[in-house]
């Protein structure tokens, strides 16, 4: 169903990273110097450890130094933490114009082309600096940010109402964030307890290993030809659990997970939930089994728009998973 | 039909970046040249610019470009603009200051912006250059919107936040003239009670170099020498750039806001002379035409101007075509108004020149005096029957006629009248 590429694969095989297809010059260091002059040394300094040795490594550097150079400079901060889930529009008011102006220097820096539709998922931080990284690698595009409103959400969870523990959720490659509002009518809390509804902790567990279970199915990226099965998500253990707070009706669950290993059937997550600033729940890791299925048709057209083609060679893993270690 | 007041100006010229010193500059007859450093080379024949001093923008970076204290941009708005954008965007800030607009005067439907320019060839030229050596892709998104013909109302409509009519004009020389006569119609139709009229060149290497391959330019070496009008050894002209910005305002809102105006706009014209595409009329058939509508439009006589504030760029042919055009209308059985060019001492600035020149005008009517036309040592005999004001004369003009030329024969001509 899918051929990989192979005149590609192997030529990548002899040059691992697009930016060691020709040596770098001194007359290269020199234009590099001056198309990063507005940056600061430390993406100058990494910018030509990525063009001298072409290791992926240096790229979120290269990536946050060229996207703070754009920001204005009172919210150059916010880039301190290098918060992947920082949204390049509303967090850093960069608009689509200064979006243009941080690819043309991404591309001028690491000498890559990039089309305009690979940009316009591009919401966070993280979504850029995963984007650049699977095409400095060769690797499928990972997915981008998506918003799914509760409609979307319960039209693909084998969880459902009064049981479904999201309202509204964003999933890209790197992880999943939604929230939940406790109404005060879930079914439970006329128990839970006495004349004082509390949120049971272990639902607010179950909430987190449903965001899970929604990244599983809408923001890995699958082998080619294959889907992740909804019917085969199960709970299988969690470590490190905590509750902090007490979550009552009218409080907004502020849910996060991030994917820490993935390798079939096994998906191991690592979770929280806050209430505003404060800390609900964290749980170090939550692992759910998994499995795929063939998708239904029109794999074609999904990888047409990926733009890169996929390898499937023996030394890579079988995930797709597109997880950047950062 | 409503009266049209001058309320505000603003000015980045080669003789001062505001009023006061543009002011002096006119009373005193201080030129604005300098041996310009870009044309310090042997392959290229002319040396004198009237220069933009305070700001550095030959630098196709807007980053590195630099300007006085007592402005502060950010980098999301010069990113988009030219040089001349950024001379205008100063004239514009201190125009609404001198009007006393307030935001809300401003930014609304009734207030409008007409602008003129000859784009920025410096920055089309290195976004030309990028598509050719890297591609099309690799080209700033702001290319187009910084360089082209337009990028002054581009930029300057969103900055201020203009709800009003805009537009640009392109007639070359006789542009912000234009400008100032449609913004003119504008008020007394009724249709705005505001309108900034807004003229501004780059005046940089790009804009003015090609001229030479006209044989338009002067070639002296001397800043005293290059730009002298109606004087029988002129060779050409002196390029120069910046910017000016006038404010028009309906007599309502002049009563309204209670603000004294430079002076009153009663009426233009305009006319073509149909004859070449570079050169002037030998008779100055069309500026004849332009000058007669402009009496017409604003209901005087010949006898009424007391001050003609030339187009005269230094050029051979063009100054004796006005000269020739005046004489006609008017003639020796009437008093002859005093006639300069103030290019003498700021130099061409091509599309600017309308606006700054009717800028100096506004000036001359309200501190009452009327420039000199400097660097006249021998008036071509040509110009005899014109009555040529060597000196700056500090006798309150009550008319003053504000005459426009460019090329394809477009003229224009604008009578002002003080209040």
């Given at each position: 169903?899918?051929?990989?590429?192979?005149?590609?694969?192997?030529?990548?095989?002899?040059?691992?990273?697009?930016?060691?297809?020709?040596?770098?010059?001194?007359?290269?260091?020199?234009?590099?110097?001056?198309?990063?002059k507005?940056?600061?040394?430390?993406?100058f300094?990494?910018?030509?450890?990525?063009?001298k040795?072409?290791?992926?490594?240096?790229?979120?550097?290269?990536?946050?130094g060229?996207?703070?150079?754009?920001?204005?400079?009172?919210?150059?901060?916010?880039?301190k933490?290098?918060?992947?889930?920082?949204?390049?529009i509303?967090d850093?008011?960069?608009?689509?114009?200064?979006?243009?102006?941080?690819?043309?220097?991404?591309?001028?820096?690491?000498?890559?082309?990039?089309n305009?539709?690979e940009?316009r998922n591009?919401?966070?931080?993280?979504?850029?600096?995963?984007?650049?990284?699977?095409?400095?690698?060769?690797?499928?595009?990972?997915?981008?940010?998506?918003?799914?409103?509760i409609?979307?959400i319960?039209?693909v969870?084998?969880?459902?109402?009064?049981?479904?523990?999201?309202?509204e959720?964003?999933?890209s490659s790197?992880?999943?964030?939604?929230?939940?509002?406790?109404?005060?009518?879930?079914?439970?809390?006329q128990?839970?307890?006495?004349?004082?509804?509390?949120?049971p902790a272990?639902?607010?567990?179950?909430?987190?290993?449903?965001?899970?279970?929604?990244?599983?199915?809408?923001?890995?990226?699958p082998?080619?030809?294959?889907?992740v099965?909804?019917?085969?998500?199960?709970?299988?253990?969690?470590?490190?659990v905590?509750?902090?707070?007490?979550?009552?009706?009218?409080?907004?669950?502020?849910?996060?997970?991030?994917?820490?290993r993935?390798k079939?059937?096994?998906?191991?997550?690592?979770?929280?939930i806050?209430?505003?600033?404060?800390?609900?729940?964290?749980?170090?890791?939550?692992?759910?089994?998994?499995?795929?299925?063939?998708?239904?048709?029109?794999?074609?057209?999904e990888?047409?728009?990926?733009?890169?083609?996929?390898?499937l060679?023996?030394?890579?893993?079988?995930?797709?998973?597109?997880?950047?270690?950062? | 039909?409503?009266?049209?007041?001058?309320?505000?100006?603003g000015?980045?010229?080669?003789i001062?970046?505001?009023?006061?010193?543009?002011?002096?500059?006119?009373?005193?007859?201080?030129?604005?040249?300098?041996?310009?450093?870009?044309?310090?080379?042997?392959?290229i024949?002319?040396k004198?610019?009237?220069?933009v001093k305070?700001?550095?923008?030959?630098?196709?970076?807007?980053?590195?470009?630099?300007?006085?204290?007592?402005y502060?941009?950010?980098?999301?708005?010069?990113?988009?603009m030219?040089?001349?954008?950024?001379?205008?965007?100063?004239?514009?800030?201190?125009?609404?200051?001198?009007?006393?607009?307030?935001?809300?005067d401003?930014s609304?439907p009734?207030?409008?912006l007409?602008?003129?320019s000859?784009?920025?060839?410096y920055?089309?030229?290195y976004?030309?250059n990028?598509?050719?050596?890297?591609?099309?892709?690799?080209?700033?998104?702001?290319?187009?919107?910084?360089?082209?013909?337009?990028?002054?109302?581009?930029?300057?409509?969103?900055?201020?936040?203009?709800?009003g009519?805009?537009?640009?004009?392109?007639?070359?020389?006789?542009?912000?003239?234009h400008?100032l006569?449609?913004?003119?119609?504008?008020?007394?139709?009724?249709r705005?009670k505001?309108?900034?009229?807004?003229?501004?060149?780059d005046?940089?290497?790009?804009?003015?170099?090609?001229?030479?391959?006209?044989?338009?330019?002067?070639?002296?070496?001397?800043?005293?020498?290059?730009?002298?009008?109606f004087?029988?050894g002129?060779?050409?002209?002196?390029?120069?750039?910046?910017?000016?910005?006038?404010?028009?305002?309906?007599?309502?809102?002049?009563?309204?806001?209670?603000?004294?105006?430079?002076?009153?706009v009663?009426?233009?014209?305009?006319?073509?002379?149909?004859?070449?595409?570079?050169?002037?009329?030998?008779?100055?058939?069309g500026?004849?035409?332009?000058?007669?509508?402009?009496?017409?439009s604003?209901?005087v006589t010949?006898?009424?101007?007391?001050?003609i504030?030339?187009?005269?760029?230094?050029?051979?042919?063009?100054?004796i075509?006005?000269?020739?055009?005046?004489?006609a209308?008017?003639p020796?059985?009437v008093?002859?108004?005093?006639?300069?060019?103030?290019?003498?001492?700021?130099?061409?600035?091509?599309?600017?020149?309308?606006?700054?020149?009717?800028?100096?005008?506004?000036?001359?009517?309200k501190?009452?005096f009327?420039?000199?036309?400097?660097?006249?040592?021998?008036v071509?005999?040509a110009c005899?029957?014109?009555?040529?004001?060597?000196?700056?004369?500090?006798?309150?003009?009550?008319?003053?006629?504000k005459?426009?030329?460019?090329?394809?024969?477009a003229?224009?001509?604008?009578?002002?009248?003080?209040?």
């Amino acid at each position: 169903m899918f051929m990989p590429d192979l005149a590609h694969t192997s030529s990548q095989k002899k040059a691992p990273f697009i930016a060691l297809a020709k040596p770098f010059s001194p007359e290269d260091e020199v234009a590099l110097r001056e198309v990063l002059k507005r940056c600061s040394p430390s993406t100058f300094e990494a910018a030509v450890q990525f063009r001298k040795t072409g290791n992926p490594e240096h790229l979120p550097a290269v990536v946050i130094g060229v996207v703070e150079r754009y920001v204005e400079p009172e919210l150059r901060v916010k880039l301190k933490d290098a918060a992947d889930d920082l949204r390049m529009i509303e967090d850093l008011g960069i608009d689509s114009l200064t979006m243009m102006e941080i690819v043309i220097l991404v591309e001028d820096v690491l000498q890559m082309t990039i089309n305009n539709e690979e940009l316009r998922n591009l919401r966070t931080v993280g979504d850029v600096k995963a984007f650049i990284d699977c095409k400095v690698r060769g690797l499928p595009l990972p997915k981008p940010t998506k918003f799914l409103p509760i409609e979307h959400i319960a039209s693909v969870m084998p969880i459902q109402p009064p049981f479904l523990f999201i309202n509204e959720a964003s999933v890209s490659s790197l992880g999943a964030s939604g929230k939940y509002k406790i109404s005060g009518q879930e079914f439970f809390l006329q128990g839970h307890f006495k004349d004082n509804p509390v949120m049971p902790a272990s639902i607010m567990l179950e909430a987190l290993g449903q965001l899970a279970v929604l990244y599983l199915l809408e923001g890995l990226v699958p082998e080619p030809g294959k889907v992740v099965a909804s019917t085969m998500i199960f709970f299988t253990g969690c470590e490190g659990v905590r509750a902090h707070r007490i979550c009552k009706p009218g409080d907004i669950l502020s849910l996060s997970i991030k994917p820490k290993r993935l390798k079939m059937p096994l998906a191991t997550f690592e979770g929280a939930i806050r209430v505003g600033q404060e800390k609900a729940v964290i749980a170090e890791e939550i692992t759910l089994t998994f499995g795929f299925v063939d998708a239904a048709v029109e794999p074609t057209t999904e990888k047409a728009s990926e733009g890169t083609p996929s390898e499937l060679s023996s030394d890579t893993p079988p995930l797709h998973a597109a997880v950047v270690s950062s | 039909m409503p009266r049209v007041f001058i309320t505000g100006l603003g000015f980045i010229t080669s003789i001062g970046n505001d009023s006061t010193t543009v002011e002096q500059s006119l009373r005193h007859l201080s030129h604005g040249f300098e041996l310009y450093p870009a044309f310090n080379r042997p392959e290229i024949p002319c040396k004198v610019v009237g220069t933009v001093k305070g700001f550095f923008t030959d630098a196709v970076d807007q980053e590195d470009w630099r300007y006085p204290d007592t402005y502060s941009f950010k980098r999301e708005l010069m990113r988009t603009m030219a040089p001349h954008g950024l001379y205008a965007h100063c004239a514009l800030l201190q125009a609404i200051k001198d009007a006393r607009l307030q935001e809300a005067d401003v930014s609304n439907p009734a207030t409008g912006l007409y602008t003129s320019s000859g784009g920025s060839p410096y920055l089309t030229n290195y976004h030309h250059n990028r598509v050719e050596t890297l591609g099309v892709m690799r080209c700033s998104p702001f290319g187009i919107v910084s360089s082209i013909v337009g990028t002054l109302n581009f930029n300057l409509v969103a900055a201020f936040k203009i709800h009003g009519s805009s537009c640009g004009f392109s007639s070359a020389c006789a542009s912000s003239a234009h400008a100032l006569g449609f913004a003119f119609d504008e008020i007394t139709l009724g249709r705005q009670k505001r309108m900034f009229v807004v003229g501004a060149e780059d005046g940089n290497k790009d804009a003015i170099l090609p001229f030479a391959g006209m044989r338009t330019l002067s070639l002296q070496t001397d800043p005293q020498l290059a730009s002298r009008p109606f004087d029988k050894g002129r060779d050409g002209f002196v390029g120069t750039g910046g910017a000016t910005v006038l404010v028009l305002e309906s007599e309502d809102e002049v009563m309204k806001r209670g603000v004294t105006p430079y002076c009153e706009v009663v009426g233009w014209g305009q006319a073509s002379d149909g004859y070449n595409v570079a050169i002037s009329h030998p008779e100055g058939a069309g500026l004849q035409v332009a000058m007669k509508h402009a009496l017409a439009s604003a209901q005087v006589t010949p006898q009424h101007i007391d001050y003609i504030n030339a187009h005269a760029t230094s050029t051979l042919i063009g100054d004796i075509s006005e000269v020739k055009a005046i004489k006609a209308v008017f003639p020796d059985s009437v008093k002859k108004p005093w006639v300069s060019s103030t290019k003498a001492l700021t130099g061409h600035g091509l599309s600017l020149a309308g606006a700054m020149e009717s800028g100096f005008s506004a000036l001359a009517l309200k501190h009452g005096f009327m420039p000199g036309s400097a660097h006249i040592t021998e008036v071509d005999p040509a110009c005899v029957g014109i009555a040529l004001l060597r000196k700056t004369e500090t006798i309150a003009p009550s008319y003053i006629m504000k005459n426009a030329s460019g090329f394809g024969g477009a003229n224009v001509s604008i009578v002002f009248k003080k209040v």
